[in-house]
């Protein structure tokens, strides 16, 4: 099933939508019982999931404005650093890497930062050039995995059990910050960094480990990648981050992009006030932004 948050009748709900017929199903119709947002959802989506009935009338997703899958996540957005081999490498050479050897392009473990709930914002929403902060603007197209059950401890086998589905992530960045202050928090955190949508995919629909990652500045393909070639695993994500962290329903954690950003040209390819980022997953749809 796909869920996405609306704006329908001056009110945000949920809704299950098809994208192909252009429908959507607000939940609370589908449902028999009001739905308090996409967060309560996914805390209830086990007890909930059975009784979602598609027999009313859908509205036309014409009719309503879909917002990001969370438009506000209760908590930081986990992210993961170098996380494509030949995306590892171009970063790396690139000298973004703020102090990374050529020999240690590679991570060992994985590399966790973070991006704050307020940088989301949906499909179609402007990202805001940060005038006078940086000249570096970077993307990252990106496989957000949602968590439904939370947990502590999580193995690597009870993994994929706590995956509710998945989203599609642009974790914008400002290179020049990234690189300058040593720590990626900051170039990561911009207002308007983090493009999340259109929807969110339930786990039956999709292999996670064989989709196809694609984006695209204005009409030149940039990206092209399988989520096969992530260096670690998002059942080793999972088992990492939770190891001392525990991870709730809702938690989104975004896997790391593949080669082909800005800075794995040279010279780089910045973004440029006007330009048009696209990124489309296999099974996820596309989550397109301009730059203003
Ligand atoms: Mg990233």
């Known amino acids: ?39 309560d959802l996914i805390r209830r989506f086990d007890e909930i999931k059975g009784r979602i009935k598609l027999d009313g009338q859908p509205v ?28 590892a490498h171009e970063f790396t050479r690139s000298g973004f890497d703020a102090g990374a050897k050529v020999e240690d392009a590679i991570p060992k473990k994985p590399i966790i930062f973070s991006k704050p709930p307020e940088t989301v914002i949906a499909d179609g929403d402007p990202i805001r050039y940060p005038h006078g902060v940086s000249d570096s603007i970077d993307y990252e197209a990106e496989l957000g995995v949602v968590i439904g059950k939370g947990g502590r401890g999580i193995s690597k086998a009870d993994a994929y059990s706590h995956v ?20 990626w928090f900051l170039g990561k955190s911009l207002d308007t960094f983090c493009p999340m949508g259109p929807w969110l995919v339930t786990a039956d629909e999709l292999e996670p480990e ?37 991870l709730y329903p809702g938690d989104i954690i975004a896997t790391g992009t593949p080669a082909g950003v800005g800075i794995g040209f040279n010279p780089p390819k910045f973004m440029k006030p006007g330009d048009r980022v696209t990124v489309e997953i296999s099974g996820l749809g596309r989550l397109s932004n301009v730059l203003t």
């Open 210 to 246: 064989n989709l196809v990652v694609k984006c695209w500045i204005n009409d030149e393909l940039r990206q092209n990648a399988n989520t096969s070639d992530l260096i670690f695993d998002i059942p080793t994500l999972i088992e990492t981050i939770s190891a001392g962290i525990t």
């Open 1 to 39: 099933m796909k869920f996405a948050t609306i704006q329908y009748n001056g009110r945000q709900t949920v809704a299950v939508v098809d994208p192909e017929a252009g429908h959507a199903w607000p939940i609370d119709a589908a449902l028999g019982e009001p739905v308090d947002g996409m967060l």
């Open 164 to 183: 509710l589905g998945y989203t599609i992530i642009n974790d914008m960045t400002a290179r020049d910050l990234q690189s300058e202050h040593k720590q």
């Open 60 to 87: 036309s997703l014409a009719e309503v404005r879909i917002e990001a899958p969370i438009p506000r996540p209760f908590r930081n957005i986990l992210c993961v650093g170098k996380n494509y081999h030949e995306h």
